[in-house]
């Protein structure tokens, strides 16, 4: 395989001013400067002296489980890289060539892990196993973003060649639309705090009323370091999470936020541009 995703990643994040922009929520600089630099480098690191562009196949069995943990962290260092540039101020029209670049690099590590894994364990497992608690977020993020930068069409690649089709509830909802689902699953693979969402899911009519308690219980607004002067909490870059699947959902199905803008953890912005664009090349009846 001719592997260039990763490359293309990082020159791409070279080319974006950074430093020049307003950041979304107050936060450290120092640190998240510091988040920047070492995210990069360690995509750097992995392309100079890990296994990028090396065939798993053509490795020893000894080195193919430590390749493919090599690639999945790379990956999921990609997907840091959108996160902290949202957190930074990068302008939402530029988010969408960012997250293209990291979904290029998941299905360049999805076709290695195929090939390594080719009549093994193909369907037991999956490039992001999804019913992993710690890799949950990320694959609500890689369905939501798509919705949110009216990139739908990326969404069916991600649930079958990233995914392995294993979706649970939440994802199901996320990738209907895309995908053409007509069911979603009971199963919850992260209760904690996605489970919350259940009293969206079983209205009757659907409303936001329900994601707002959930905004705020699976977002609490106690995250931050506070300036021992001013008393104000500033967002720490690496922990802070955005609640992209409440953005999502509300995106799809048209709803009315107003009760849910000024929580810190909503990405307003991105779900204004997703509403216009959608409006302009989206009938209703597809949305959700």
């Known amino acids: 395989m001719h592997d260039t995703a990763l490359p293309h990643l990082l020159q791409h994040c070279q080319t974006l001013s950074m430093h020049a922009l307003q950041p979304r929520q107050r936060m450290d600089a120092e640190r998240w400067d510091e988040a920047w630099a070492d995210t990069l480098a ?10 990028y562009g090396i065939d798993m196949q053509d490795l020893p069995t000894i080195h193919q489980a430590q390749a493919q943990a090599d690639w999945h962290h790379a990956a999921l260092l990609a997907q840091q890289l959108v ?21 290029h690099l998941w299905q360049e590590y999805g076709a290695h892990w195929r090939s390594a894994n080719e009549g093994r364990h193909a369907n037991k497992g999956a490039p992001l196993n999804t019913a992993v608690a710690e890799n949950y977020p990320a694959a609500v993020e890689l369905l939501a973003l798509p919705v949110l930068l009216d990139r739908q069409e990326l969404i069916p690649g991600v649930v079958e060649r990233i995914f392995n089709n294993r979706c649970d509830c939440l994802l199901d909802y996320l990738s209907a639309a895309a995908c053409d689902k007509t069911e979603a699953s009971e199963q919850v693979f992260r209760p904690a705090p996605y489970a919350g969402l259940n009293a969206f899911f079983e209205q009757r009519n659907i409303t936001a009323e329900p994601l707002a308690p959930y905004l705020q219980t699976a977002y609490p607004v106690s995250w931050g370091l506070k300036d021992s002067a001013t008393g104000i909490a500033d967002m720490d870059p690496l922990s802070h999470r ?11 199905y048209g709803l009315d936020d107003q009760a849910l803008q000024q929580h810190p953890s909503y990405p307003h912005d991105l779900v204004l541009l997703a509403k216009r664009r959608l409006a302009a090349s989206y009938p209703r009846s597809l949305r959700a």
């Open 242 to 252: 955005w609640a992209w699947e409440v953005a999502a959902l509300v995106v799809l």
């Open 42 to 51: 360690g995509l750097h690191e992995f392309t100079s002296h890990g296994y």
């Open 83 to 103: 996160r902290l540039a949202y957190s930074g101020g990068l302008p939402t029209e530029e988010m969408d060539p960012l997250l293209g670049h990291v979904l």
